[in-house]
């Protein structure tokens, strides 16, 4: 699966004769437009990641438990 994102041509801009702030403006429009294109797409999950994930919480919550053997049932008078 291939997800392809808008083309973005940056032009490069002369710092001289700019003030922070009007570079500070600039710089978050080309931010906003190098994410408007996949705004609302949903994020693919990674299934491995998820599996591993899953598997280090396991490992960590019943890690000092998985050894130990089963109670045997008790008789209940």
């Known amino acids: 699966m291939s997800l392809k ?8 801009v002369p710092v001289e004769g700019k003030t922070i702030k009007a570079l500070t403006l600039l710089h978050l429009k080309r931010t906003h437009d190098l994410f408007a294109g996949n705004h609302g797409q949903a994020i693919p999950l990674d299934e491995g990641g998820q599996r591993l994930k899953l598997a ?5 919550e019943y890690g000092s438990v998985m ?3 089963a109670p045997a049932p008790s008789k209940a008078k």
């Not at 280090?56 to 960590?60: F, L, P, Y």
């Open 5 to 12: 994102g808008p083309t973005v041509t940056v032009d490069p």
């Open 56 to 60: 280090c919480k396991v490992h960590d």
């Open 67 to 69: 050894h130990l053997e």
